[in-house]
């Protein structure tokens, strides 16, 4: 398969914990996008890559999330200190430069206890 | 700042009904449009976008969606759902310089 690959596919952790996740872009993708979607709602914008630099950052993204893209290929995200409100699903995306279509993975779900 | 307006939030026709759903956007300058479908237990699947052109614009599936710049909307329709279409639906515009902006989606039931 060489779609966008997400790691892990759950994850229950408990208040104050940190944890991180991972996306593997389609290859040849140079941008890389972190959504969150909640229950009722679509995804919402978290932040984006263009190769390794990290371009623009919602104001979701509060300073208990970090994400990186060090080699311009795979990115984590990181939530530190997790609230009960960090439970989402959190999507990844990626597209080519020069085309504005992105591709989903499948996502992680994050349970916050 | 964007938003995305679906109007309806879940709809529940029977086999080979028609289908419409409504999208409305905010921003009046150029944006690229889309909707997306997630049938259940499935990661979003690109159905159809409109970049420019011919605002009739035909996706996977049978589906299509019109722009209407003069009102903000890109609608989408099938003429004859099937079963196989329950999913949730999900339209999303990006405007040069941002990420897409999603609306909150319609949850489409259809009963054989």
């Known amino acids: 398969d060489t779609g966008v690959s997400q790691n892990p596919r759950h994850k229950i952790t408990k208040r104050g914990q940190n944890v991180t996740f991972r996306c593997d872009p389609i290859?040849?993708?140079?941008?890389l996008y972190w959504y969150r979607q909640t229950l009722g709602q679509g995804p919402e914008f978290l932040t984006y890559?263009?190769?390794?630099?990290?371009?623009?950052k919602s104001r979701l993204l509060s300073d208990r999330f970090s994400a990186e893209r060090p080699k311009g290929s795979f990115s984590t995200l990181e939530i530190q200190r997790t609230e009960q409100g960090d439970s989402a699903m959190y999507l990844c995306?990626?597209?080519?430069?020069?085309?504005?279509?992105?591709?989903f993975g499948a996502g992680t779900r994050l349970s916050v206890l | 700042a964007q938003s995305v307006s679906q109007h309806n939030h879940h709809v529940i026709l029977s086999e080979a009904a028609s289908l419409e759903l409504g999208c409305n956007y905010s921003?009046?300058?150029?944006?690229?449009l889309f909707w997306y479908v997630q049938y259940p237990g499935q990661h979003l699947q690109l159905l159809l976008k409109?970049?420019?052109?011919?605002?009739l614009v035909k996706g996977i599936k049978g589906f299509e969606a019109e722009f209407i710049k003069s009102k903000f909307s890109f609608n989408l329709r099938k003429p004859s759902v099937q079963w196989s279409d329950t999913a949730e639906y999900f339209c999303?515009?990006?405007?040069?310089?941002?990420?897409?902006?999603f609306g909150k989606g319609t949850t489409l039931s259809v009963s054989s």
């Open positions: 921003y009046g300058g150029t944006v690229n």
């Open positions: 290859s040849e993708h140079n941008r």
């Open positions: 995306a990626s597209s080519e430069r020069d085309r504005n279509i992105q591709y």
């Open positions: 890559f263009q190769n390794e630099a990290q371009l623009e």
């Open positions: 409109y970049f420019s052109g011919d605002p």
């Open positions: 999303a515009v990006y405007q040069a310089g941002t990420a897409l902006i």
